[in-house]
């Protein structure tokens, strides 16, 4: 077969700014993947290329706006930087190397996770050619960019999200500019309805990325005084605050071929207990645990996981997933249930170290695994920490025109072990050795993630 792969982007990319370190590189890892999918005698039996813009996440190595690392494997076509790539360029371009087939390895970008809608554009005009193409559609990429949309969707097919109240930026301040209005029904209804929500609740952005932007407040004049204040500039979704532990984890497949429902990794919250991706530890999968000889206990059976596989995979398939979705969710303590949070049909935080635990690890099976953040290192360190056996995945992203200290960049390292004993020695080895590098925030962080996980 003819496979082409391919990944946009939305935003100017200055690739001199921007230092990258993938150990084991980006074209390594692609080729595990499709050896994975494909067969060990894919790249003898199919021919691929990839066609991306910059700088194609999981895809490209670069240094500066160049490919840094190649694979021999594959073809690539870098597009180019200064021309708009409008959907329908790019669907003409993978449409000139005849694919028998085209997959999509979409990817997010700040401050608006929106390449999910560019990449589906490009799929449904492929498809619209007869053209096979693995890509979320159109319509689950619009609805899960617009959270309230998510939140409806969810909601109305019966599966369980926290109660929630939408605020309509410009009909929340309509008496603006209007001498004729002496009141703002719409207004008073949206605080009506959150006065009567259980406390504390949380504040999102309906089209932001990660955790930029949200709030959590305790009481209801807290939020009377944040959607009254400058912050509120945008339309905001009001949800309750969903105490117990946090999840993520990943849906892969086809409508075609099925799907692979990944068991859930427990994510750390930080101290508004908001899952914020450049600052969580992540450690799984929590289902596995009394999976793997030499733990003595697991917290497994203290979650209900086979109502919440069976959740997921209706999911998938009322929403056909195609390729990649992943999930977030947490575990409701007070009134005993799954909460689905938010959707997001790309590659996620989640990829790298699910691939390494639970579908690619050398061993055949699944395996403990976790992965926490460093500060920005140095080369030599990062080649250190690559080369120690339990390490299996090492990436460093540097930003030099980041104007906030925590865009600049970090490291993460993700680790591997037979059993989460093993898993939870393997981070106090490598807390003794790194011990001038790793932040102590992010260890105790860990240690208390093991604690739940193993008691």
């Keep these: 077969m003819n496979i082409v792969i391919y990944s946009t982007n939305s935003n100017n990319f200055d690739g001199p700014s921007y230092h990258y370190t993938n150990l084991p590189s980006n074209a390594k890892n692609t080729e595990r993947v499709l050896a994975d999918f494909f067969g060990a005698d894919c790249f003898t039996k199919h021919h691929f290329t990839i066609v991306s813009e910059l700088p194609g996440m999981f895809l490209l190595d670069l240094q500066g706006n160049e490919l840094a690392v190649k694979s021999e494997h594959f073809d690539y076509k870098i597009l180019p930087q200064k021309e708009e790539n409008q959907p329908e360029k790019v669907a003409a371009i993978i449409e000139g190397y005849k694919p028998d087939l085209v997959i999509a390895a979409t990817y997010w970008v700040t401050p608006f996770d929106w390449l999910p809608i560019k990449d589906a554009q490009v799929a449904e005009i492929l498809k619209a050619k007869g053209i096979k193409v693995i890509c979320n559609t159109l319509d689950v990429s619009l609805m899960s960019f617009d959270k309230i949309q998510t939140h409806s969707f969810l909601e109305l097919n019966g599966f369980p999200v926290a109660k929630a109240v939408y605020v309509h930026h410009e009909l929340f301040w309509a008496e603006r500019n209007r001498a004729e209005l002496k009141e703002n029904p719409y207004k008073e209804s949206v605080f009506y309805r959150i006065k009567n929500m259980n406390f504390p609740v949380i504040i999102k952005d309906t089209s932001?990325?990660?955790?930029?932007?949200?709030?959590?407040?305790?009481?209801?004049?807290?939020?009377?005084?944040?959607?009254?204040?400058?912050?509120?500039?945008?339309?905001?979704?009001?949800?309750?605050?969903?105490?117990?532990?946090?999840?993520?984890?990943?849906?892969?497949?086809?409508?075609?071929?099925?799907?692979?429902?990944?068991?859930?990794?427990?994510?750390?919250?930080?101290?508004?207990?908001?899952?914020?991706?450049?600052?969580?530890?992540?450690?799984?999968?929590?289902?596995?645990?009394?999976?793997?000889?030499?733990?003595?206990?697991?917290?497994?059976?203290?979650?209900?996981?086979?109502?919440?596989?069976?959740?997921?995979?209706?999911?998938?398939?009322?929403?056909?997933?195609?390729?990649?979705?992943?999930?977030?969710?947490?575990?409701?303590?007070?009134?005993?249930?799954?909460?689905?949070?938010?959707?997001?049909?790309?590659?996620?935080?989640?990829?790298?170290?699910?691939?390494?635990?639970?579908?690619?690890?050398?061993?055949?099976?699944?395996?403990?695994?976790?992965?926490?953040?460093?500060?920005?290192?140095?080369?030599?360190?990062?080649?250190?920490?690559?080369?120690i056996p339990f390490v299996k995945h090492v990436t460093q992203t540097v930003n030099d025109q980041a104007k906030q200290n925590r865009e600049h960049g970090y490291c993460e390292v993700v680790l591997t072990a037979g059993t989460f004993n093993e898993l939870r020695q393997n981070l106090i080895t490598l807390d003794n050795e790194f011990s001038a590098f790793m932040e102590k925030s992010f260890f105790n962080t860990a240690m208390q993630l093991f604690s739940q996980i193993l008691r």
């Design 208 to 387: 932001g990325l990660s955790s930029y932007g949200m709030e959590v407040c305790h009481t209801f004049g807290q939020v009377k005084n944040f959607l009254n204040g400058k912050k509120n500039n945008g339309d905001k979704i009001v949800e309750e605050f969903i105490k117990g532990p946090q999840f993520a984890m990943e849906i892969w497949g086809t409508p075609e071929s099925g799907y692979k429902i990944f068991k859930p990794f427990m994510v750390s919250v930080n101290q508004y207990g908001i899952t914020s991706p450049k600052q969580s530890v992540k450690i799984g999968p929590v289902e596995g645990a009394e999976l793997f000889e030499g733990d003595s206990a697991a917290n497994a059976n203290a979650f209900p996981l086979t109502l919440l596989n069976s959740e997921l995979l209706r999911l998938a398939k009322l929403i056909k997933v195609n390729g990649i979705c992943q999930v977030d969710f947490g575990w409701d303590e007070e009134n005993k249930r799954w909460v689905i949070f938010e959707l997001n049909p790309r590659l996620s935080g989640m990829t790298q170290l699910q691939f390494e635990s639970q579908l690619g690890c050398a061993c055949g099976k699944e395996r403990p695994a976790m992965s926490l953040k460093f500060p920005i290192l140095e080369p030599d360190v990062l080649q250190k920490l690559s080369q």
